[in-house]
């Protein structure tokens, strides 16, 4: 039987890297898992460096045996989410980790505690996780679905983690799932119906962002979202920092004809996001700009093609969530994004989500256009 792992607090910038690298080191063998850019990895546990800092703190872990990093874990706290109602998911008391690898059970059980640890230390009484930092970034241990490699911006663990995860008295607390579907056929014929109602209604307008005023386009879909999204379960208010951050991060795949602001009106009610699914990629790069990264990506940006297309954002604003119109807006922006995937990139497949478990509205639109569940994603809780 191994001797425990010694765990050591991440203090340094040579620590991060560490933190980082271990990563690629413990599920390098999975076939199915896209090893992110690590310049990106690293800039999202450095404080100087992701915008989420600026309304929370974290204390990232290591644990070492025989002089080897065998496993790490990242313990948080979100100021914005204690502020959050309880029935929310969050509230008061409530604290988070992530980023969780270890080559061994024992060694996972090492590093929870840890987390659990430093959480009680900072008062909190409640741990929910994995979370990866904020719930914005990569929420959930996937559960389902680690059979083919995840999206853009969306985790992938490897399937004994669960069993050590609930083993050290976790229970569910809230379920994440993605929708897939063949966006090379048109949608069911009623769908085909109700966008052509949309289209004879002179009170809406879906049109596509303008690159070139990033800025404020980004400002009329944080207003949406954060409206939209508010009495979801998890939900914390996107803040300018992040807003900065996912803006540097993702303006180079912004296409105009990808996102859609829906208007009533004239009034921005509605939007979608849709994104090249840039993993497929940068898989290949093995986390790499160099030597020869930066052409390939380069070279990718100028015309990308890519098989897969992902919504990671959808928004209606709340006065019309009760209202058929709703459902309208959501199909019109899904078919002019699903035709502008399929024509000017050469996608032939879509994915939605995430998309809570009890979002009986989204989960209706995703039946409606025949998607379906393609991954699980479960955040547990346990109180400390």
Known sequence: MSSPAVLHLVTSAADRKAFVALAYRLNGGDPNWVPPLKSEALELVTPEKNGWFSHAKAQLFLARRDGRDVGRISAHIDTLALEMPAEGGFGPGTGLWGHLDAEDEAT???????AE???RGQGMTRALGPVSM?????????VQGHDHPPTIMMGHHLPRYQGWI????????????TYELDISKEFPPIVQRIVAAGEKNARIRIREVTKNKFDEEAAIILSILNDAWSDNWGFVPLTPPEIADVGKKLKPIVFNDLIRIAELDGEPVAFMITLPDLNEVIKPLKGNLLPFGWAKLLLWLRRP???TMRV?????????QASRLASQLAFMMIEYIRRASVTHYGATRGEIGWVLDDNQGMNAIADAIDSKVNRVYQIYAKPL
């Open 108 to 114: 996972a059980h090492q590093l929870i505690a840890a």
């Open 166 to 177: 609930e083993a050290a008295g976790y229970a569910p607390a809230k379920k994440l799932m």
């Open 134 to 142: 904020s719930i914005w970034e990569e929420p959930g241990l996937l």
């Open 117 to 119: 640890d430093w959480l």
């Open 305 to 307: 093609k890519v098989r």
């Open 312 to 320: 990671p954002l959808m928004g209606v604003v709340k006065k019309l």
